[in-house]
Every structure is written in C-alpha cells, then in structure tokens.
C-alpha cells in the first residue's frame, strides 16, 4: 500500500489505540467529540485524506453510545476522502442477538454489522460471541482471537493435570482450543439461564475431581455463568483456586464484586475492553500486539497470520 496508515481512537479505549499505534510505529489520532445539550454526538477527526485509516472503537457499555460514535466516526472518515476505512472493534456489541428467539424480536447483530458496512470497507474483530457474524456483514470481516494470548500466560503456572471447563455449551469450541494449546482435557457445563443476571448450573461432563479447573468463556458480562459453574465445579471436588480466563471482561453491575467474593484463583481478561477498577485476582493481558500484527497485514495487503477464530 502507498497509502498512509492512520489509526484513529474513538472514546471508548484510548489506551489500547494507543498501544497498537506504538507497536506499529505511528501515532494515534485521537478525535474530539463535542456533546449538544440534548445529548447528541458530533465527533471531529483530524484530516486523514488519502489514507488508509483503521478506526479502533469497541462498542463496550455504554454500548449504544458507543456504537453511535463509532458510526460517526467512520462517516466522518469517509468524507474526509479517506482511500479506505477500517473498523477495528474489539469487542463487537450486540453479537449475541444472531437469531431470534421469540415472536417481535430483531436481528441485533445484523442491524449492527449492516450500519457498520454503511461507513467502513472492512470489520476487524476479536472473538466474537456469534460466528455467524461474517454471513451476516457485508463487508470482509477478519475475525482474531486471544486464545493464543491467554493461553501462553496460563501455559506458564498450571499444574499438569489441569482441565480447560466450558461454561454452557457455547463456549465447547472456545475450550477445545484452549485445551490444544495447554494439552488437557475438556469438561462441560450444562447451564440453564433464569435471567439476564441469574444462572443454574445442571450437570457438568467430564472429571474434573482434584484437578485445578480453568473456566473459559468469550466474556464476562455480569459474572452469573462464571458464578454458577464455579459452584458446581466446587460440588464435584475441583481443586480450590479455579482459574478464569475470557476475552472481554465487561464487569457489568456487580461482577466485579462476585468474581472478589468467588475467590478465584486467577481472573485472566484481555484488554480488549478499557479494564476498570478491579481485585488484584483480576490480570489484563494486552491483546494489542495481536491488533497490530493483523492491521500491519491488512495495510499491506498481506493475509494475517493469526487463523480466524474456530467455526461453531
């Protein structure tokens, strides 16, 4: 590409635009997001005419806000004759609503994906909850995942014997590339939601008695899932200090507060999310360097090295 790189950073994570403009060699474009008295968003970015522009913005809670942002931010891009714009969401809002459930219901993730294409050329993202989200968008969507990233910090203090745990069947092939990369085996928990922040733990499959448990999920939401299995797995005799590694910690309402009282072992999230507050049981491990590798590929036209995240 002749094309400058520009990385732009909308409000939601400065700092981890910041740590991929380092590791690339070039420095972050902030934006500057004037608010009306109605609440209204009017983001300004600075000339980027001519480049190839890679606009970071994951659209954590505030989701809504965020989303809005990042829309705006990708229009203003465009009629600032960008040669080609980039959406590089971390954590992708609304992938969870991939099919409906219920007479009434909408498409989240389409609606979503399809207001996202309006503005960019491409979707870059990273372990998103719907696999399906690539069908559902219009653009190229390159799909990354921190199992790799995760993985290495767990390789390096986990007793042999250890078993990777998926929380609901959901997380299945999540576990199964975690367990790859650590050597263990996979147990199951069969899961039944009562509500948003309620969560029963039926049944669990596989042995898990006496051996340290790493539960993996793709994120942490309100820290009912993580809660409800780490109860059954204390039931079936797991060794004490169970281990949790997600991607996206969103520790929403009180999750911060349940993984404190859960005393875990080790809490692993990456920083795909701007970490907040939290116990020192909660480490952030930067999945920066895997952003920058990727955009590094997709600015020069190379395929990235990293392979998409499994297929459901």
Known sequence: MTEVLRIVSGSANPSLAAAVADHLGVESDGCDVARFPDGELRP??????????????????????????LLLLLDACRRSRAARVTAVVPYFGYARQDRRTAAGQALGSTVIANAIAAGADR?????????????????????????????????????????????????????????????????????????????SALDLAGDVRG????????????????EAAVGLLGQRGAAPDIVVAVTHGLFV??????????????????????????????????IAPTLAAAIACLHNDQPLHQSPAPAP
């Open 44 to 69: 300004i970015v600075e000339s980027v005419c001519g480049a190839d522009v890679y606009v970071l913005q994951p659209t954590a809670p505030p989701v809504n806000e965020h989303i809005i942002e």
């Open 123 to 199: 979707l870059v993202v990273v372990d998103p909850h719907t696999p399906a989200l690539e069908a559902q968008c219009r653009i190229p969507v390159e799909t990354l995942t921190a199992v790799p990233t995760l993985a290495a910090q767990l390789a390096a203090e986990l007793p042999q014997g250890s078993v990777v745990v998926a929380p609901d069947l959901g997380a299945v092939k999540l576990a199964e590339r975690y367990a790859a990369i650590l050597h263990a085996p996979v147990a199951v928990v069969r899961k039944q939601r009562e509500s948003a922040a309620t969560v």
């Open 211 to 226: 051996r340290c448990a790493v539960i993996v999920d793709d994120m942490i939401t309100t820290g009912a899932t993580i």
């Open 253 to 286: 309402h009180a999750a911060v507060n349940r993984m404190r009282d859960l005393d875990l072992g080790r809490v692993l999230v990456t920083d795909t999310v701007a970490p907040k507050q939290a116990p020192t049981v909660i480490e952030v491990c930067s």
